[in-house]
């Protein structure tokens, strides 16, 4: 997996400089531009495509800072594809009443019980993001032994918030067939 921080020399960090991100992007953009080597041989053009590719996937990951905290998570080989993660007992059976509302919702119709129960889960998705924030903070300055339990903590949280956007979408549905 190519590292994307290195490859913009920037620090791994959960909290960049957007700016920075995006004064990388523009100067790899311009540096491998395509059009600027339509001259070049074949084997030229196909490396700057794929230096151009890899700038492009590196700023899509660094600039969005949900698809950077999985990115970290994984290269830091805390978050494994296809990994069945089993989340918190108590955070299982707060979505399980979650749930039972949505399916409640949809033999009797309430906007205004749709928009609690929006409102209730906005409220645990603001928490997970808040001790996000907090886990991720000074991640840079922790020791090694601090960095591996905040990225546990952080997967958990990364699977929660992954489990509220079903929900979410699943709230979206509903509210359309209101």
């Known amino acids: 997996m190519?590292?994307?921080?290195?490859f913009y020399g920037l620090p791994l960090s959960f909290n960049l400089d957007a700016a920075a991100v995006k004064q990388q992007f523009y100067k790899f953009s311009k540096q491998y531009h395509p059009d600027?080597?339509?001259n070049e041989?074949?084997?030229r053009q196909a490396e700057v495509l794929e230096m151009s590719t890899l700038n492009n996937k590196a700023y899509q990951v660094l600039s969005d800072p949900q698809r950077r905290l999985q990115y970290i998570l994984e290269i830091k080989g805390?978050?494994?594809?296809g990994e069945n993660y089993v989340l918190p007992q108590g955070?299982?059976?707060e979505m399980m009443d979650v749930n039972e509302s949505l399916m409640d919702l949809q033999f009797d119709p309430d906007p205004d019980r749709l928009d609690a129960l929006k409102d209730s889960v906005s409220s645990i998705e603001q928490e997970i993001n808040d001790e996000i924030v907090v886990l991720t903070a000074n991640f840079e300055?922790?020791?090694v032994v601090q960095q591996t339990e905040s990225l546990v903590a952080i997967k958990d949280l990364f699977y929660r918030l992954k489990y509220l956007r079903r929900i979410q979408e699943s709230i979206i549905k509903a509210a359309a067939s209101l």
Do not use: N
């Open 2 to 6: 190519t590292d994307y921080f290195d």
């Open 36 to 38: 600027f080597f339509i």
């Open 41 to 43: 041989s074949e084997e």
């Open 78 to 81: 805390i978050l494994k594809e």
């Open 91 to 93: 955070f299982l059976m």
């Open 141 to 143: 300055l922790q020791d």
